[in-house]
């Protein structure tokens, strides 16, 4: 059985910085592209930051510099390094994996990153 679990959600003030973390069950992160997705109120979800099998990165044009996303095989984790937040990164972020096998796409249920003063 697949699953992802994201942790590390909560109330930062702007500016501030938090980690995100996404474990893996059922898969190898390291075998799979993974990403990170965020949902803002009223707003469609969008692409943060993906992890290709190569360890390619790409990055929303909002987060580029801001955010880093990594993997842990270790651990079997992927990450989400995220500073110099703003206000308008406050969000539900999801955790994907795209999977060859089994093959399909995976999603956890999200951790509510929340930046204000």
């Known amino acids: 059985q697949v699953q992802l679990v994201e942790s590390g959600g909560g109330l930062v003030q702007p500016g501030g910085s938090l980690r995100l973390s996404c474990a893996a069950s059922g898969i190898s992160v390291g075998f799979n592209v993974m990403g990170w997705y965020r949902q803002a109120p009223g707003k469609q979800r969008e692409l943060v930051a993906t992890?290709?099998?190569?360890?390619?990165?790409n990055y929303v044009d909002s987060v580029k510099g801001r955010f880093t996303i990594s993997r842990d095989n270790a651990r079997n984790t992927v990450d989400l390094q995220m500073s110099s937040l703003k206000p308008e990164d406050t969000a539900v972020y999801y955790c994907?994996?795209?999977?060859?096998?089994?093959?399909?796409?995976?999603w956890g249920n999200g951790t509510l990153v929340t930046v204000s003063s």
């Open positions: 992890l290709t099998r190569g360890d390619g990165t």
């Open positions: 994907k994996a795209e999977t060859h096998f089994p093959r399909g796409d995976f």
